[in-house]
């Protein structure tokens, strides 16, 4: 059984930054595709960033270069640096191993951003 832990979401204003980061116990990111979504209220679950374990990254288009992925294998953790966040990036975000199917989602993180 995967278990993904999220972190880091909370309360920030436009313009601001924040980092998410998803703990995962082992070494399994170390040889996976792991991904950031967001749901925001109403909507559907929607891609954000994938890094796969060569460390190539992917982004929605629609962010504008404003988050970056990351992987520290050391520490189990893949990180969402957010920085000029906008309140349209209000959202829950999971941290997923497409690998696990339904079985590899986090809880996920909220995330506020107010205008």
């Known amino acids: 059984q995967v278990q993904l832990v999220e972190s880091g979401g909370g309360l920030v204003q436009a313009g601001g930054s924040l980092r998410l980061s998803c703990y995962a116990s082992g070494s399994i990111f170390r040889s996976n595709v792991v991904g950031w979504y967001r749901q925001a209220p109403g909507k559907e679950r929607e891609l954000v960033a994938q890094?796969?374990?060569?460390?190539?990254?992917f982004y929605a288009y629609s962010l504008e270069g404003r988050f970056t992925i990351s992987r520290d294998n050391a520490k189990n953790t893949v990180y969402l640096q957010m920085n000029r966040l906008k309140p349209e990036d209000t959202a829950v975000y999971y941290c997923?191993?497409?690998?696990?199917?339904?079985?590899?989602w986090g809880q996920g993180t909220q995330v506020t951003v107010s205008s």
């Open positions: 997923t191993l497409p690998r696990y199917g339904q079985n590899g």
């Open positions: 890094i796969t374990s060569g460390g190539s990254t």
